[in-house]
Nanobody, 123 residues
Framework: QVQLVESGGGSVLAGGSLRLSCTAS????????MGWFRQATGKGREGVAA???????NYADSVKGRFTISQDNAKNTLYLQMNSLKPEDTAMYYC?????????????????WGQGTQVTVSS
């Protein structure tokens, strides 16, 4: 069974930065699409960024130019660098793996999920 463990969340002021990490086990990291999703209180889960095995990326319009997704296959770790954070970025952030559709930002297309890490941005 795939295991995903997120870290790096926290509380920051608007304009600040955070880097989230997701360490994966029991998965050939480079073979599938990986993604970051978020869920704010009272809202549905939304796609933030995805990266394919060929390193191509896809971003939600709301984070383009501010967030960067990357992966280190040797460490089996997925990253999300978040800059210029806004209060509306506040949410629980989830790592997802085993995505079967290239570049997908749709939650139901991923088969494995982490427990999430909280990001809070205050103004």
């Amino acid at each position: 069974q795939v295991q995903l463990v997120e870290s790096g969340g926290g509380s920051v002021l608007a304009g600040g930065s955070l880097r989230l990490s997701c360490t994966a086990s029991r998965i050939t990291f480079s073979r599938y699409c990986m993604g970051w999703f978020r869920q704010a209180t009272g809202k549905g889960r939304e796609g933030v960024a995805a990266i394919d095995s060929d390193r191509s990326t896809n971003y939600a319009d709301s984070v383009k130019g501010r967030f960067t997704i990357s992966q280190d296959n040797a460490k089996n770790t997925l990253y999300l660098q978040m800059n210029s954070l806004k209060p509306e970025d506040t949410a629980m952030y989830y790592c997802a793996a085993d995505g079967r559709i290239s570049g997908s930002l749709i939650p139901m297309t991923y088969n494995s999920w982490g427990q999430g890490t909280q990001v809070t941005v205050s103004s």
